[in-house]
């Protein structure tokens, strides 16, 4: 018997996260609970498999013999097929742009994207290992990386209880209370956001700030004088628990020290998780790769994996606030346990996080009319929407090319190769003299046509490949512009309020003025992580449009040069 | 009120010849009644339209204003899809090649393959024309080249009363009740087939002949000293009836002479019909390029129809034996309307007809075992039937490809290429700064892929299209070979047979000599024939794959030159 669930809530797929779209009222088949995150794998009635939000179901029955991964859904590119749907589901009213997602907005419903991005935000605090649905088979099955279950529940030979060390669970309780409020009133940002940085009583300066200054193109982040690089790379398997549980570990290498450390997936989205928390409203952080849940230990998934572990380490890197801040230097040059253990429990107890993070930028500039700010933030808002926009449409225009590359176009080509071959070989049964030119031509075109067939099947893994990927990044980047705008839309919306305010006595003069001068602050902030953008996907587009190109001509001049011979 | 027409019999499509399958006790829409040849447009139930015999169905009710063209049917490529969708019937039990088809077989009911080439070789005959049908809508209708009513219905003004001439219709009918035997009884050859000529007392010789020499391969035709050849061009509109009739006049030039002679598609219909029944037990004759009933004046499809009537007019001028014909020289270098019509009408009176042809043919060689006559016969057949598979299949992807090249596939380069140029339309509206170099990149890419969707719904027509002709011109080539390799199993059969003839008095031994003897010229004559399609086959295929490779080089070519622009 399989474990049911009734689905509570209605709950949208993200594209390319290996979600599942659920209804409420639906009943779904629980297929794996060992997901953690928050997240559970789960089949619809159509058969579909994907993940969905923890609390969105309701399990009804359990049986303990199922929940086990099969191998034959993997795909490592199936985040086209993903992103496809779910683009088209995007435009039917879940567009994380659409003014549902805005602090005006009192709708307290969530929205899938919402939705997901408080899940992001959460995964680690509302964790629960269902290990009591595991059964017996979970004992073999060591073939798969748990990569969350650690983090809770330690097994008698886990060497890293890091949430139950003192303090810890504290810690996490009282996050996971401040953040149950950001889960089910996203939208109501207004009460723990802007405002409570736009009049706080700012913390006591430390060593973090944010620096901009002004460039040639306006407001810049303070650039370092090296840019800061690493190479993720030799991914090996471990194992632990005495071999009962084993995962994947990649080394990391900064340009900074050269010195490599070692970091599982779980590492990687704890370093998310807190670099989303401590910049996600001055700065889009892009979530991490996919999490994958069946066929962890795939090469070809592995492969894929790192590289794009490889490109959001690279822009985490190459951004100036990012790569400068305590955590992602922890997460880059730990010298020992001790030290990364001891990092990781400062980090959570970090208090400047969220919009307070605002407090940290140090401009030089002077005050912003707030027109100016609102002009900039709608500039803002338009430009990242219609590069989402277009960023969606090449994705989905990649991948038909993709399919069609691997799938009909190839098949004709060896038809025609086929073809060829056989009319060859029924010439060649005429016995008649002189045919051999012509048969051993038509053998030859038609082994030509299967060469054909290959590099064109093998072609997008060349170059549409890199496209794809740098968009799929260029999504995600562009996919928490939204919730960055919105916190500065409302801080807008506030000072523009401001002088009714001092007018009903709510706050005075100088607290308007306070709200003006960090309301710039902010705006410098924002337009220097879009001058970063800019200056970045210049570059990005340039570097992938050279090599796209290159490996077209590339293909061209071969298949040329094959039908020349 | 439309004409309804009830179906008699089963008739199968044959491919790419605009042909409608249907079934027996359908009823059908009469669309044309004035294609000619024993041929009528109807359109099925589904909305299906094509040709149909005449005879296989009756005609219930009828609408005088109707049976008008409509020219939004027009797709000079039509035979594309059709012969992709006749492929699978073929294999569906209407072969030519199947056994049905052969002497031995008893079923009087006609194959779908029989009854067309009964058709064909009645077609000039059967000619109704149905001018009661035509209506008022008709003398308007000019636009149309009714290429068959002249024959029979000469309007007041028309210049060629041929058929209505002294004798002409005499010998017309008796034809016609002739060739009524071989359209209901086709597959008993054997009564007006090879025994005939076996045992006939053999006209007096004329100075026609065929004459079979020894050549390194074996039997093969006398070929004459300078091959003929001949130029189709120039397509002039040309009408009659005081303009109420128009048509298509084609400029036809022998190499020989050097003088133009005009021809209507009708009188090319007329030569093919002498050639096929003087010529068809011996040599076969393929048919000529389809019955095109809509759209005639379209110029795509005239340039189309002028090109294929090329291709049959340089494979009959190719041929020794038919080059040589009186027929052929008449039609290629008559010098006035008198000549043409006296020579018209000693053709039709020609008696040396059908399997009578084989008592031209002049061997030099010595008799053959009737062993290996049978041996020689049974390999051609197994070849040519090959070959008719391979050159179907070649049809059949070459088809595919087409579709592909001209439907889907430009339309995603299209795609890529919009997609491209989107993006950089929302990058170059980021006014930042450097932004041009990238942007005027992503534009040109976007143009070039725009180009490339062009180039590559171009490309059929430069090459494939050449590939595709030759391929329907063996497949028309093919169909022939059952018959008359039929003509050659029928009388190895009666030779075979000679020795029981013999015993019961039936012969006598010198009669069996004859029988031998002759056999063994028809086998000259087939191998001759075999010798002859063999280099031709040769010949043609290397020319077409030459030029097929250099254009697809080409293709590749000028797509790696645009992108490295």
Redesign the interface.
Known sequence: MAIKALVLYDFTAEPGNNELTIKEGEMVTITNQNIGGGWIEARNSQGETGLVPEEYIEVRNVDPGSGRFTQSDFDPFAYTAASRTSNNQMSNGNDPWSPQNTVNEQDSRLSGSAARQSYARNSWTVVEHPQAYQGPGAVDDDEWDDEWDDLNSPGPGSAEPEVEETGGSNKAEAQAASKKINLNKFPSFSRSGPEVFLLANLPPRGKDKISVCMG??GPVWLYPSLQMDCVVADPKKGSKMYGLKSYIEYQVTPSTTNRPVNHRYKHFDWLYERLLEKFGSVIPIPSLPDKQVTGRFEEEFIKLRMERLQGWMTRMCRHPIVSDSEVLQLFLTYKDEKEWKSGKRRAEKDETVGVMTFSLIEPEAPELAVTEVEQKCESFS??TK??D???K??LT??H??WK?CTG??PK?YQ??G???Q??S???N??R????E??TN??TA?GKMYEEIANIVSEQPKKDMHFLVELNNEYKSLLGCFPDTINVHKAAIEKVKDSDKLVATNKINPQDKHTMAKRLSNMSYSLQAEM?HF??N??HD??RV?QLY?TE??KF??M??GL??L
Chains 1, 2 share one sequence.
């Open positions: 040639e193109v338009r430009f219609a590069m926009d277009r960023v449409e090449l225009v990649g038909d090319h069609r009909p176009l004709q038809k025609i086929k073809a060829f056989n009319l070989t029924v010439f049964s005429s008649y003299q002189g045919e030119t012509l031509a038509l075109t001058n800019h200056s996907r210049i587009y340039n449009m190109l077209q001509v061209y001049e298949a040329a039908l020349l």
